[in-house]
């Protein structure tokens, strides 16, 4: 129970009076369990959005979902992809890129950034087919979270002090790597069946690419950037649900 309650209190603004800090290791391999957490914030966001459906239209219990799903981990997530712009829009040098990110001043390209993916998020959470609302919000924050674990095994820090990125890029191993993907392929494939394979293994290759992407940019990845590459699967993921089932693709 310790590595989830860590993984928890990292992700979430939970109180957790049991779970103290842990060590810099010990945090680093609380991150098998973050589809986990991921999958506790989708029973909190689906089980919301069916009490409310008999009370209000869905596009504004879509909003609601959208601003719960910020409260519950805090934003950071949201912090971390406005500052991932904010660098890589202001800087020319990896080192000015880092620089940007690391000041706690957000930018006007990262406060556009964060308009545009809210945008992005409601207009896609408003379309989703009646019939899987509730299995896609379940397994909204599951996906999110997960596609951190293959770039934290991927990529190196790409600061050269100690942050709290390198805490999981250090410590990320193939084992924790198998752990979260095996929590995510059951937690997905229960609700949604086989289709789910196909959504982890395009957020897979797609968690890989912008690996590559950061090891170009900044010569790795940080907090940051894991944040930026949980809001972007969320929306990767939205977006397949809605390309699937407006039977553009066959998945």
Known sequence: MRPFLLALRFLTIFPLRHADDGGVE??????????????????ILAGLAYLLTSLLPWELISAIILVLLILTNGGIHLDGLADTFDGLAGGRTRKERLRIMRDPQ?????????????????????????????????????????????????????????????????HTGRA?????????????????????????????ISAYLWTLFFRKRLGGVTGDVFGFQSEISEVIFLLLIIIKHNGAILL
Request: net charge positive; glycine share 8%.
């Open 26 to 43: 010990e945090i680093g391999r609380s991150i098998s369990f973050f589809p986990l957490v991921g999958a506790l914030q989708g029973i």
């Open 106 to 170: 957000i930018g006007a390209i990262g406060v556009v950034a964060i308009v545009l993916i809210l945008l992005i998020k409601f207009l896609l959470l408003k379309n989703i087919p009646h019939t899987i609302r509730y299995s896609t919000l379940f397994l909204l924050p599951v996906f999110g979270r997960w596609s951190i674990v293959p770039m934290a095994y991927w990529g190196d820090y790409a600061r050269k002090a100690e942050g709290l990125g390198a805490t999981f890029t250090e």
């Open 176 to 204: 924790h790597l198998i752990a979260a993907t095996t929590i995510a392929v059951v937690l997905s494939v229960i609700p949604i069946g086989i289709e789910a394979l196909a959504y982890l293994l395009l957020l897979f």
